[in-house]
């Protein structure tokens, strides 16, 4: 299956009323993990790389080139994603690298800026096939600036998304980035307010700290593309600390990062169930 452009698997989705499932990419052993448990699951999947994981690397390439090369070798579709960059030319090395879709933050600015600046990067991406993802204001939990109470208003972010030309939305609707439990509560009613307002596919951050159900009520209310990235993080941990724990003597990193690997591959194949209707329960 070769690697599927972002805006395919979205597009996708959003027509058939699914979840696409988008999980962030620490060390390449994320990146394995997440494919396997897509392909256990036979769904698409979205991997995504931050500008905090490129400055952990040290460079985008590297682990970009990685994830690119295990996307390409992926029995199902597999799309490549920046994510949360602020730096208008870390867009432009993630497009050269070949990546389908960025994500471009600029909701730290005043709105005339963010606008500004979000507008000039769709342009410069357009013309290469990637989509462009962006939120207009600050998710709740993203270095402290907003509390989960954070909403996004409905005629705003029409109006950004006309001026701007973006393909994907981020919204807050009651999710907190880096949730350590799954309890947010999420506004449904605005969910829905929102997809009939905006046109183009809304994106969930902080879908980490969102149960199940919630997650599967927030894909039928009219949410499309499901940003995790804590809660793997969290598998992951939990799956190197017990393999440490049986056995204290090991030193040979590819025993416990391998058991890392399969749990983030477990949590994946869950959860894109959860994201596919198929799979979801009956509550509204």
Same mark, same amino acid.
């Given at each position: 299956m070769p690697l599927t452009p972002t805006g395919e698997i979205v597009t996708e989705a959003r027509r058939s009323g699914n979840g696409a499932g988008a999980f962030n990419v620490i060390q390449i052993e994320h990146a394995e993990g997440i494919v396997s448990g897509a392909q256990e699951a036979g769904l698409p999947v979205i991997l995504q790389l931050s500008e905090n994981t490129v400055a952990y690397h040290g460079a985008l390439a590297p682990i970009g080139a990685a994830c690119l090369a295990i996307a390409r070798a992926a029995t199902v579709p597999v799309a490549v994603h920046l994510d949360h960059a602020t730096r208008p030319g870390l867009v432009d090395e993630a497009v050269e690298l070949g990546f389908g879709s960025v994500m471009f933050d600029a909701s730290a600015?005043? %709105?005339?800026?963010?606008? *500004?600046?979000? *507008?000039?990067?769709?342009?410069?991406?357009?013309?290469?096939?990637?989509?462009? /993802?962006?939120?207009?204001?600050?998710?709740?939990?993203?270095?402290?600036?907003?509390?989960?109470?954070?909403?996004? /208003?409905?005629?705003?972010?029409?109006? %950004?998304? /006309?001026?701007?030309?973006?393909?994907?939305?981020?919204?807050?609707?009651?999710?907190?980035? *880096?949730?350590?439990?799954?309890?947010?509560?999420?506004?449904?009613?605005?969910?829905?307010?929102?997809?009939? *307002?905006?046109?183009?596919?809304?994106?969930?951050?902080?879908?980490?700290?969102?149960?199940?159900?919630?997650?599967?009520?927030?894909?039928?209310?009219?949410?499309?593309?499901?940003?995790? +990235?804590?809660?793997?993080?969290? +598998?992951?941990? +939990?799956?190197?600390?017990?393999d440490l724990a049986d056995r204290p003597g090991k030193v040979d990193p590819r025993g416990y990062l391998g058991a890392g690997r399969d749990a983030v591959a477990a949590q994946v194949a869950h959860l894109l169930r959860v994201l596919h209707p198929a799979h979801q329960g009956d509550d509204t």
């Open positions: 600015l005043p %709105y005339a800026d963010n606008v *500004a600046a979000t *507008a000039d990067v769709v342009r410069r991406a357009r013309g290469r096939g990637v989509l462009v /993802e962006a939120e207009l204001g600050e998710i709740g939990g993203k270095d402290g600036v907003h509390a989960p109470g954070a909403r996004t /208003e409905p005629d705003q972010a029409a109006a %950004y998304v /006309e001026t701007t030309g973006v393909d994907a939305l981020a919204v807050a609707v009651g999710s907190s980035h *880096a949730m350590l439990t799954r309890d947010a509560v999420l506004d449904f009613d605005l969910i829905t307010v929102l997809r009939d *307002a905006v046109p183009v596919p809304l994106v969930l951050h902080g879908s980490s700290g969102v149960p199940d159900a919630g997650l599967a009520r927030a894909v039928r209310h009219g949410m499309t593309k499901i940003n995790i +990235a804590t809660h793997l993080n969290k +598998a992951f941990t +939990a799956a190197v600390r017990d």
